[in-house]
């Protein structure tokens, strides 16, 4: 039946004139096995590669003194991350737009959790994380954005982020049992990071696009 409805939604794409751009890997981490002692390991690892940096979180809204990093890591994002053949223009994230995304987020009663590491030296945010969980559904949440500035890679900056941010959203909603997570299926980096934390894949998504 999956097999006919992808035929089918793919034959539609086709006949309005998309194209294929780009597949996408949805990962799902299950709270009911997660294995508490081989994560800590992992933490305590990735923290002894991470001298000079140390941990920011926050729930709704970011910290005054690092609102304006989480708008500059935020607007970097499509740079980074692999497109593959999706064409997107890339976006310019302010202050104030990052508020006005804060606020709409509180709008809709999402719970957000958001972890960085600050680089101690500079005092400047160079990595940062976010998980949502939605207003009515107490069991299952969302890994959105994780990103490290690029003069910043390689202290395993990215695992921390999130594992440090897994801790905090878990206190935060005891009755968390599933994350889902899409990841480009050419960012063989930051699957191999979800799958470090416990992520499993569950499906693929291919994303059509149509130009105009």
Not at 36 to 63: F, I, K, N
Not at 89 to 108: F, S
Not at 153 to 182: C, F, M, S, Y
């Amino acid at each position: 039946m999956a097999a006919e409805v992808r035929a089918r939604a793919d034959g539609f794409a086709a006949a309005v004139g998309a194209s294929p751009a780009r597949q996408d890997v949805r990962s799902r981490l299950d709270l009911t096995r997660f294995n508490e002692d081989r994560m800590s390991d992992l933490l305590a690892d990735a923290w002894t590669q991470a001298s000079g940096y140390s941990l920011v979180q926050w729930r709704e809204r970011a910290p005054e003194r690092y609102v304006a990093d989480v708008a500059r890591l935020d607007s970097r994002l499509l740079e980074d991350a692999p497109t593959g053949d999706l064409k997107i223009e890339p976006e310019a994230i302010d202050v104030e737009r990052t508020r006005a995304i804060e606020q709409t987020r509180l709008a809709r009663g999402d719970r957000c959790f958001h972890t960085g590491l600050r680089h101690d030296a500079t005092d400047a945010l160079v990595a940062w994380t976010l998980m949502v969980v939605d207003a009515t559904i107490d069991h299952h949440g969302w890994q959105q954005i994780t990103i490290v500035d690029p003069a910043h890679r390689g202290h395993r900056l990215g695992i921390i982020a999130k594992l440090e941010n897994l801790a905090h959203v878990r206190a935060g909603t005891p009755l968390l049992r599933q994350i889902d997570t899409w990841t480009a299926a050419t960012n063989a980096h930051m699957i191999a990071i979800n799958e470090q934390n416990g992520f499993q894949p569950v499906d693929r998504w291919l994303r059509w696009q149509r130009h105009l």
